[in-house]
């Protein structure tokens, strides 16, 4: 049954008194809205699905092709390198060198340091930065990210497996589910990317991540003080009131003063090479070596002033060699799988929203395209293949990734550079980390931590959106007061919490007539705006759903309350149309249907007659099948608002 909007005779037809002519100039023609097409279940069903999880129509490129192209295309989809592969040459090459060697000489110092927050010997860091990269050199679609260990996931992964063993009592069984929770970190994001469910990690919310990053940030820079000052008993905790105290509490007896001289030191030219490389863009590289030059020199100060007998902390002995296997050490079965596997989900969900961010990030600067799904199967596939050689989650690092992207990289082949220079590294030089000394490392994080600290960033979200800056500084201070589980999962709830705000109670807005126009619009964004008499309209600003209907009805009939008592002051016309804009409406359930109803018999027992105004496929579809646009009658449902109040009231429309 389609949508009328004209009287009709018995015969179906439009009554003649009602057919446009050109005798008829005082009776304006007034559309209908037409009911859709039913469409099969099957059919209906397979859209919804498509749009779900394939709106991208990922095998686009697979129409009306061979199967041999077929085969290489599919061979592609997983395998991006044999796509650019193809065009790579040698200035591309010369691009990605320079980019490769430049992260290389940024990633040794900082994997190192890494390593150690989350609780690792400073070699694994090492691995991390050699096996994941090459995994994601093959397998990823971003040009510009750089893989590694970040500072981030390495503090939320050492803080978790904390929790469940001590590292120093059993650093076997450590090591163990520090593999186990990289295995199945890479499990989670391979399942998201092939089943196409990255949207899940859209509800954490931009502002929620700013205030995570922040907090995190603050919290690692924090854990580096036991470094920093060379304070030998430090807490094991994270939030601010536990590592302040216990830097205190050293104060008199624990601080090393030439510990605290070398990394105030070094701090200090860091943070000058960083502004050097801001101030000048094509001076990039002296922010990027300044890490790897630090630790030499710091490496030679404290090796010909014996500074480690006077209390200086050095890492030590770093094996030499190549990644050995882990596979025989992951948890596959027993107490500690559940763990690993619940500190790997949360683990690789983090490693996953920072990664895609960056990767979109830098290929929107680059005006290219990057497959999000595709993205997490590549970070997954690296993270499985690095659990079973000696590596802990890796992810794209922000830092890293814009040193590459400044370098001039071209492809993901400054990953290849990056693992090839870690190698030589293991191979040959981690001898030389021997005398390096932790007060470095503690300056070489704090320095990489800083830009995490966003506060433009959190000054925008308050101005823009107050609920958005309450999930910003939720999660920020659930982190430093709390804990990074306490904090994420602050970041988490706020972020589910503003979802069903928005969806439970929908705005709403009265709208008046724009002067000389036939447009309705939100009188308090349009003062100008006047109302019809008798007449009142309203928009509501979201689809009816039984999570909300209840309050779209209660809303509505509050809204005309309000309106009848004006009414009565003023002494203007009593209301005897609610007309309901409802082009926001986009869908419309059973309780959103029973709420019209319910609001229609109440209308009916006040002598107001509800009008509805371009109501969409989805609405009207299910207004005619559920027969609720019989009982208000389908010429009560117009196309627009001017239709809907010209066929109300005429003459008051006209002279408004």
């Known amino acids: 049954m389609t949508g009328r909007a004209h009287p009709m005779d018995g015969e179906g037809e439009l009554s003649p008194a009602y057919m446009s002519s050109p005798r008829q100039t005082n009776t304006p023609f007034v559309h209908k809205v037409e009911v859709p097409p039913k469409q099969n279940l099957f059919n209906e069903f397979m859209y919804t699905f498509k749009e779900t999880f394939f709106h991208d129509d990922p095998l686009r490129d697979f129409k009306d092709q061979s199967l041999s192209k077929k085969l290489m295309l599919g061979i592609q989809s997983v395998f991006p390198v044999f796509d650019w592969g193809r065009n790579y040459n040698l200035k591309m090459f010369r691009g990605d060198l320079i980019a490769g060697l430049t992260i290389a000489s940024l990633c040794i110092p900082q994997d190192i340091g890494y390593a150690k927050l989350a609780g690792l010997n400073p070699k694994y860091g090492l691995y991390s930065s050699f096996v994941p990269p090459l995994v994601y050199a093959f397998m990823g679609s971003s040009r510009d990210i750089a ?89 094991e905790k994270t939030s601010i009131v536990a590592v302040l105290q216990s830097v205190f509490r050293s104060a008199h007896h624990g601080w090393n003063s030439q510990t605290i001289l070398i990394s105030s030191s070094f701090l200090i030219f860091l943070l000058v090479c960083k502004f050097i490389g801001k101030k000048n863009k094509k001076l990039f590289w002296i922010p990027a070596v300044a890490p790897l030059l630090s630790v030499i020199i710091s490496t030679f100060f404290v090796y010909i002033t014996r500074a480690d007998k006077k209390g200086v902390k050095i890492v030590n002995h770093l094996d030499k060699g190549i990644n050995p296997s882990s596979l025989s050490l992951i948890y596959f079965s027993g107490d500690y799988l559940l763990k690993g596997i619940r500190i790997g989900v949360v683990s690789g969900m983090i490693a996953l929203t920072e990664a895609v961010a960056i990767g979109r990030s830098f290929a929107a600067k680059k005006d290219y395209q990057i497959d999000g799904n595709k993205e997490m199967v590549a970070l997954g596939a690296m993270n499985v293949i690095g659990s079973m050689t000696s590596c802990y989650v890796a ?64 000054v925008l979200i308050f101005k823009i959106d107050k609920l958005d800056f309450v999930a910003c500084i939720g999660a920020f201070f659930g982190v430093i007061f709390a804990s990074v589980e306490i904090g994420l999962l602050i970041a988490v709830g706020i972020s589910f919490a503003k979802i069903l705000l928005q969806v439970t109670r929908p705005r709403t807005a009265i709208l008046g007539k724009i002067p000389r126009t036939s447009v309705y619009r939100n009188i308090h964004q349009y003062p100008e705006a006047t109302r019809v008499p008798g007449v009142m309209i309203i928009r509501v600003d979201s689809a009816i759903y039984f999570s909300n209907s209840n309050y779209v009805r209660e809303r509505i009939q509050r809204w005309l309350i309000d ?18 804009e409802m082009s926001p409406v986009t869908d419309i359930d059973t309780s959103g249907i029973h709420a019209l109803e319910d609001l229609y018999k109440s209308l009916q027992k006040r002598d107001i007659q509800l009008v509805l105004a371009n109501p969409g496929p989805l609405v009207i579809d299910k207004l005619h099948v559920s027969n609720f646009a019989d009982m208000l009658g389908y010429d009560k449902i117009f196309l627009t608002v001017a239709e809907a109040v010209n066929s109300c009231c005429p003459k008051l429309s006209e002279e408004v």
């Open 147 to 235: 893989i590694g260990p970040v500072a981030v996931v390495s503090l939320l992964l050492g803080t978790l497996l904390r929790a469940e063993i001590d590292p120093a009592t059993n650093p076997n069984e450590y090591l163990r589910l520090a593999f186990t929770a990289t295995f199945f970190a890479g499990v989670t994001q391979v399942t998201l990317g092939f089943f196409r469910l990255g949207f899940l990690i859209d509800f954490l919310s931009h502002a929620a991540v700013v205030g995570f990053m922040g907090g995190a940030a603050i919290t690692i820079a924090l854990q580096q003080l036991k470094g920093f000052l060379g304070i030998k008993k430090f807490t």
């Open 563 to 580: 309106e009848e008592e004006k009414v009565k002051t003023v002494s203007l016309p009593n209301i005897q149309f609610l007309i309901i």
């Open 395 to 458: 992810t794209g690092s922000f830092s890293r990734s814009a040193v590459n992207f400044v370098a001039g990289c071209q492809t993901a082949v400054s990953n290849i550079i990056m693992s090839m220079v870690v190698l030589l590294t293991l191979l040959f030089l981690t001898p030389l980390f021997k005398y390096t000394p932790n007060a470095i490392l503690a300056a070489i994080i704090i320095n990489a931590v800083i830009p995490l600290i966003d506060v433009n960033a959190a």
